[in-house]
């Protein structure tokens, strides 16, 4: 108990000083307060050691108690456990050493579900859909896939063998690999739409990010790009200083990008562009979501508020606040919120009630009371109080609920492992088109797989029958909804026709993969992608790009 009560004591102590207990006006009362919530929950643990009916984790315990607190204060600021602090490694430098290959269960099965081109699982021969059977002479079969990924981790240049059982193989395949330092790449893909337009895709913001987009639209460029399209979809942030690199290719030299405030004034600080901007005039369209938070936020909000090119999607997440890392004892860490940030018009784009999300994660619509208008370089109004607005809004297009179901019952991507063992080659991933023959076998292939599922409609039925039985009306109205609920009631068999299109496009992503790994993903999804066919209308049309930076 001694050594578990002065390891409990030293995060406390870090823990309550966070939640504002040292912000008393006389010190004696303060370490009074301390001492004695410290001795509460020293004295309470113990009770529960002792008396509770089943045995308790210490570490668990105290984990959940530390979790609690800190979720009091803000979804960011989080205790990181030694046994967590690789993962956290990995999350803010994109390295570790390992295969290079992202792994998943599909249908109760361990499989490769992507392996990073040029590295040692690539090298290795392994591919989409091998199922992972041994790591090491260790039977992994029945493991959890996260369980499989530390085995498959260790030191660069150690080696490690892998048996996989492969689509139409009869023998199980053993493969050695020499595991390699794996640096994940901020942009996993850029190339050109259409001849002039560039497309960078920009996944996160760890090191080099700024480094990695620079290259790519330099390079874009020296292609015969005269426009780019940015793709911040889904990326979370990362790096501070990274968003100011990335912002620093568009902007001029000495450009005010993000300034930070917080409880300690001596770490308050104005960041600023550092270096030659790669091109300040060329037209930039930046593809935003709903999910696009933090440092994404930062270069969308820049681009916007020096007017620089025009944001394309659904409003941001809405995360304007910065952490830091702070060391405890034992190897574990804390990572703090510290400060919120400004960008360029002076505008936070924190959510004004971060607890309160739609299911998307997004903030949703903000009152406008309690909205603070902000004008952009050229005049435009924009407003803080819950992430960054698009110049051009998309809506989202929800996938149908069979497209949903397929997916998830992990159908679709077995068949596009089963295509592609039946075909050599496909054509280019930008061109890549199933045939109404293809896609008539697909159909084929469903007919004794399960893959049943409810429409939100057809839910919205059962919630008001039960609503009007409750309140006694069902009586009243039960010919009526058993008509509306025949006429709504799903057939698969017609659902895969009236859907196709939505099935065909996830389909024929998921056979792109097989042949040309994450890039064909990417590229066959373009003649289907809203956002970017959004902004690329935006930008081939001169002069209403200009209007829209100007009104």
């Not at 892998?162 to 893909?189: A, F, L």
């Not at 639209?217 to 690199?245: T, W, Y």
Request: proline letters at 4%; charged letters at 25%.
């Amino acid at each position: 108990m001694g050594k578990f009560n002065k390891t409990a004591a030293a995060i406390l102590i870090t823990a309550l000083a966070l939640a504002g207990i040292w912000a008393f006006t006389s010190p004696g009362e303060k370490y009074f307060e301390i001492t004695k919530n410290l001795d509460i929950f020293a004295t309470l643990y113990k009770e529960v050691n002792t008396y509770y009916v089943d045995e308790v984790s210490p570490n668990q315990l105290i984990k959940t108690g530390i979790d609690a607190m800190l979720g009091s204060l803000d979804p960011y600021t989080n205790y990181i456990p030694e046994d967590d602090i690789e993962d956290y490694r990995t999350m803010t430098t994109g390295q570790y050493g390992g295969i290079g290959a992202l792994i998943g269960t599909r249908n109760g099965k361990n499989m490769i579900i992507m392996p990073y081109e040029g590295f040692p699982a690539h090298k290795a021969g392994l591919k989409i859909g091998d199922e992972i059977i041994q790591v090491n002479g260790i039977d992994v079969k029945r493991k959890a896939y996260t369980d499989i990924s530390k085995l498959l981790r260790g030191q660069a240049n150690s080696s490690l063998k892998m048996v996989v059982q492969r689509h139409n193989s009869t023998e199980p395949i053993e493969v050695e690999i020499v595991r390699e330092k794996i640096t994940i790449d901020n942009v996993p893909y850029y190339g050109l739409i259409d001849d002039d337009i560039g497309y960078v895709k920009l996944s996160d913001f760890t090191t080099n990010a700024g480094k990695e987009v620079k290259n790519a639209v330099i390079e874009l460029k020296s292609q015969g790009a005269n426009s780019i399209i940015l793709d911040l979809r889904g990326n979370p942030g990362g790096l501070l200083n990274e968003a100011v690199n990335v912002s620093n290719i568009f902007i001029p030299k000495g450009s005010e990008v993000v300034s930070t405030k917080g409880k300690m004034k001596d770490w308050n600080k104005t960041y600023k562009a550092l270096n030659p901007p790669v091109d300040t005039e060329i037209p930039v369209a930046v593809l935003i979501s709903s999910s696009s938070a933090s440092a994404s936020e930062i270069v969308a909000g820049v681009v916007q508020d020096y007017d620089r090119g025009i944001l394309v999607g659904q409003k941001t997440f809405g995360k304007g606040l910065v952490q830091a890392t702070r060391p405890l004892t034992y190897n574990s860490q804390l990572k703090v919120t510290t400060a919120k940030y400004y960008i360029p018009s002076g505008r936070c784009i924190q959510a004004i009630d971060y607890s309160s999300r739609n299911d998307d994660g997004s903030v949703g619509k903000v009152p406008d009371s309690l909205k603070v208008a902000f004008k952009t370089r050229n005049g435009r109004t924009v407003f803080d109080g819950g992430g960054v607005d698009p110049d051009i809004s998309v809506d989202i297009d929800y996938l149908p609920p069979i497209v949903v179901s397929l997916i998830s019952k992990g159908l679709i991507f077995d068949y596009a492992t089963i295509y592609h063992y039946s075909h050599e080659t496909i054509g280019k991933p930008r061109d890549f088109k199933l045939a109404d023959s293809d896609y008539q076998k697909f159909i084929s292939w469903l007919s004794d797989k399960d893959y049943d599922y409810t429409t939100r409609v057809e839910n919205s039925i059962d919630e008001l029958i039960a609503q009007a039985k409750k309140e006694k009306y069902y009586d009243d109205i039960s010919k009526q909804i058993l008509v509306l609920r025949s006429n709504v009631e799903h057939n698969k068999d017609s659902d895969l026709q009236k859907f196709k299109a939505d099935i065909k496009q996830i389909l024929e992503e998921e056979i792109s993969s097989r042949y040309y790994l994450s890039r064909g993903v990417i590229e066959t999804s373009f003649s289907a992608d809203d956002d970017v066919k959004a902004a690329v209308k935006a930008l081939r049309d001169s002069q209403n790009y200009g209007e829209l930076l100007e009104n």
